[in-house]
């Protein structure tokens, strides 16, 4: 409505038009915001009228609807944190999920039911809640015909682990300084002392830090008499946790510190001479060991060379063997040679004999006819 006002002063400030054609063109104008802001009167997203609470680690559901109940599967409907320089929370628009440009932080965890859309409701579920999940969120649901938005802030409780207390010594007077430190809740919670009877008692300092994961509290105390068991309790609505500590009816005696802080150097000593010792040790018996593996890498070098000159000399006497081989079978093959033509020869002068024989007989029997 005041964007079309805006434009009417701004039509009234042309002076060149003649005073029926400003009659017509403020007509229609006003006409138009009308239409305009009577149909963006029609609707209302609509928000919870209290802060979110949710644990964290669990899921939650930001409530936002239309009012009256219309469907907003058409619409866009986006999510996002105003508080975080309009972080990118969650986006619907034609008739699907567009979350290319979503923040980091809440990939994977965000879903809005398509069906409720049908029923006016946008209402967002968050999933594994984080204490960096805690702020303002924006619900914005915009048709052709209008817009609207709603706020919906969320308070995120984280419980945290259980506090540890730990002992920074003496002072002078033989008081004991106690610490105790617990981390990863949110909202702050409440850090206290405790005596054994449950009385409470004052810490000396006080330390609160914040990050991504919630609140860390640090507290200190000293203890100047004995009280038995002292305990460290922290708060946070319906959650409480709490660590104790028995602590000694003797005071301190710098005499006795003094002794302890001796002998626990002297025992340093000690053990750092048999450490030195023991290190020694090893390193004459790895000094032994290695001028071993240079013996056995000499000799196995020496046996890789005769090795070596073995199979060479086996290698020659292979070639003699053949040598030897081939002359054997040539004296064979001219032995066989020569017992052939010794044959032949034979042969030869047997014939020769038996027909000498016959012609002897012939003669002979020549002669007795």
Known sequence: MISCII????????????PSEMKFICLTLLIMCGITYSRSEQYEVVGPADTVFAVAGEDVILPCSVKPNISVVDMRVEWFRPDLKNALVYLYEDHDDRNAEQTESYRGRTKLNHQELQRGDASLKLSSVQVSDEGRYKCFIQSKSWYDDATVDVSVEAVGRPPVITVDGFDDSGGLHLQCESEGWNPEPVLEWLDSEGASLSS????TN???EGFSVKHSITVHHSVGKIHCRVKLRNHKL???IITSNKRFNPWRTSII??????????????LIAAFLKKNRKLDQLNNEKRTINQEHDQLEKEKGRIEEECGNLQDEISRIQQEYDECKRRIKQELDQLEKEKSAKKQEHDQHLRSHADITIKIRR
């Open 242 to 244: 709490e660590t104790q």
């Open 210 to 212: 914040r990050n991504t």
């Open 261 to 274: 802080l001796i002998s626990a150097v002297v025992l340093l000593i000690v053990i750092a001479g048999m």
């Open 7 to 18: 434009l009417f002063i701004h039509t009234l400030e042309l002076k060149h038009l003649c």
């Open 204 to 207: 000396e300092t006080t330390g």
